[in-house]
């Protein structure tokens, strides 16, 4: 199946690379590669002009203004040549298998959301400094030394080959919530809800809590691939803000039913 691979970035190019590297050892190839910027930055730039991609690429960029993640994406959207979308973010690296299991479990109907463990520093350098195959298959044996590292959602790493029988179960463990990281769908789904809503200002919630609840209202159902579409989170200081205005705004957003938001793809009428 055809398919573009979002990459959401924002100035470091040392984890693009890596990410970008070890698609080589993805068993289904991306049909193109979208790296979404929010900014312009001009180191970001020189490294994608001089990268040797070997798939197609597209790289949007805009000014930078503060968090603006979510123009980005839609921009990201819009630009797709393909009818399906995997969304990543360009500090994770993903396991061989993560593309193959996302398509081998599309539907039209259904949002495909996984998770990712976050690595401490050291097993980060070490991915960043041998190639993703080799970290996925000691990934098991290196468990406790990663989780005492002070690696979080350790078990988010554990990879399950893709079968009827695992289908099934991680299909009864289900999920409740989408990773703005580790998502995909159909072009057709996202622009259902007019993709992500650019009211939110803020990380999170805007780009993830907040399509939840607007897919189901439109009669999505979200599907796990946790273990199935696993992805390896690279150490990083957060930046994680108060999500007290994010918060607010969806409240407000659900108690109207907004599914379709107004600020998003396309510019609605809300009179």
């Known amino acids: 199946m055809h398919n573009s691979l979002i990459i959401s970035v924002y100035k470091n190019t040392t984890f693009l690379k890596s990410v970008l590297d070890n698609l080589s050892f993805q068993t289904v190839k991306p049909t193109e590669i979208i790296i979404s910027e929010d900014g312009e930055d001009s180191d970001m730039r020189n490294f994608i002009l001089n990268y040797d991609f070997t798939i197609p690429y597209q790289h949007l960029t805009q000014k930078d203004t503060g ?10 959207i819009r630009a797709s040549k393909t009818g399906y979308l995997i969304f990543i973010d360009g ?17 039209e109907q259904v949002i495909l959301a996984g998770k990712r463990v976050k690595l401490g520093p050291k097993f980060s350098e070490k991915l960043l400094n041998e190639d993703v195959q080799s970290f996925s298959k000691s990934y098991l044996s290196n468990y406790s030394k990663i989780k005492k590292e002070g690696g979080q959602f350790c078990e988010e790493g554990i990879f399950i080959p893709y079968n009827s029988l695992t289908s099934k179960l991680i299909k009864a463990l289900g999920i409740s ?57 690279l150490h990083h200081k957060e930046s994680w803000t108060d999500q007290t205005k994010n918060l607010a705004i969806m409240r407000e957003k659900m108690a109207q039913k907004i599914f379709r938001c107004y600020n998003g793809l396309n510019k609605l009428n809300n009179d």
């Open 67 to 76: 968090w603006q993640k979510n123009p980005a994406l839609n921009r990201a």
């Open 91 to 107: 500090d994770c690296v993903l396991h061989p298998k993560f593309i193959e299991h996302h398509l081998k479990m599309a539907s």
């Open 177 to 233: 919530s989408i990773k703005g990281c580790n998502f995909s769908c159909y072009k057709s789904a996202i622009e259902t809800i007019n993709g992500f809503d650019e009211d939110y200002t803020l990380p999170a919630v805007g780009e993830d809590i907040d399509l939840v609840w607007r897919f189901k209202g439109l009669e999505f159902r979200i599907v796990s691939v946790r273990h199935f579409a696993v992805q390896y989170h």
